[in-house]
């Protein structure tokens, strides 16, 4: 008990809790894409049966993976972050 309660006194002090919330945000980002492309990107293969393929010809594959819901989602959208924003200070009928 004292070893853990040492480490907590010394390392967890409440100047740090802002600090956990990029850091766990950065994690779970990273975590995510890393889980996606292991399980859905065509050129990753993790099983031997499936390294030894070699290289496959498969575009419909590398399509769907390269073009999914967030890509068409925001593909026809104005590269803007806060439109309303940028209305409110750039259109003259405000």
Known sequence: MGASSNF???WVRPE???LLVPM???VGLVSM???RNITTN?????TKENR??????????GEKYAEHGF???????????MPALN???TDPKF
């Open 8 to 10: 907590m006194k010394r």
């Open 16 to 18: 740090v809790y802002p």
């Open 24 to 26: 766990v945000t950065v």
């Open 33 to 35: 894409q890393l889980f």
């Open 42 to 46: 065509p050129e990753v293969r993790v």
């Open 52 to 61: 030894a393929a070699g290289i496959l010809e498969n575009f419909e594959e």
């Open 71 to 81: 890509r068409k989602f925001i593909r026809g959208r104005r590269p803007e972050i």
């Open 87 to 89: 209305n409110f200070f």
